[in-house]
């Protein structure tokens, strides 16, 4: 169950999140942004003949393309590391967001690599046109299995809508994060998590 969520946590970051910046982009609603990545990165994913032959670094490169600029960061780091942001330095900030980015990629890629055709089934969503924060709420369909709901958290901006967490039943993907951080960061400090990260990342040939 851990891998498929897992499967879960990527799928959902790589469906909500639109491709490219623009005033185009901007203006479309936040739940159609989503199934229009969702139908051109999932066709890339099954149509590539190098990622389904086990690529890595090309799947790393439609990730870095596709996803990674088109997410909140900022926000994100600062939600994961709660108090912990504020009393650390702009270099450890700095330290942190590279290999949290690059966590991210490898926990897309390794996800991603597994995919099999599941079916994303969209929720209708009404919101307001001055709204800018909005949740796009979604069913991932398994065979043999019971539908896993999987909302999505966007915040609107100057560069548009962003995702910034995502909720996979009931159990966010930034609460679950800073759960594990927090007990690392009380135990030795932020510039350990920073080092763990950093050394996981190399292994994975992220440096």
Do not use: H
């Not at 490219?20 to 739940?31: F, H, M, Q």
């Not at 900022?74 to 900030?93: F, I, Y």
């Not at 930034?174 to 950093?198: M, P, W």
């Amino acid at each position: 169950m851990k891998a498929f969520v897992k499967f879960l946590v990527v799928s959902g970051f790589f469906v909500s999140l639109f491709v490219g910046v623009g005033n185009a982009n901007a203006e479309l609603a936040p739940d159609v942004l989503v199934k229009q990545t969702a139908d051109d990165v999932l066709t890339i994913i099954k149509n590539d003949r190098e990622i389904q032959a086990g690529n890595q670094q090309k799947l790393y490169a439609v990730i870095e393309e596709k996803i990674l600029p088109n997410f909140d960061f900022d926000r994100v780091c600062r939600m994961v590391l709660g108090k912990n942001w504020k009393s650390a330095t702009p270099e450890q900030q700095a330290i942190f967001q590279k290999e949290f980015r690059s966590l991210l990629l490898r926990t897309y890629s390794s996800a991603l690599s597994k995919y099999k055709d599941q079916v994303i089934e969209y929720k209708p969503m009404r919101y307001e046109v001055d709204e800018k924060n909005v949740s796009v709420k979604t069913q991932i369909l398994q065979s043999g299995g019971q539908p896993i709901a999987v909302d999505y958290s966007l915040v609107k901006g100057t560069a548009g809508w962003k995702v910034y967490d995502i909720v996979i039943e009931s159990v966010s993907l930034v609460t679950n994060y800073r759960s594990q951080f927090s007990n690392e960061i009380r135990q030795n400090g932020l510039d350990s998590l920073n080092k763990k990260l950093a050394d996981k990342n190399t292994v994975a040939g992220l440096k």
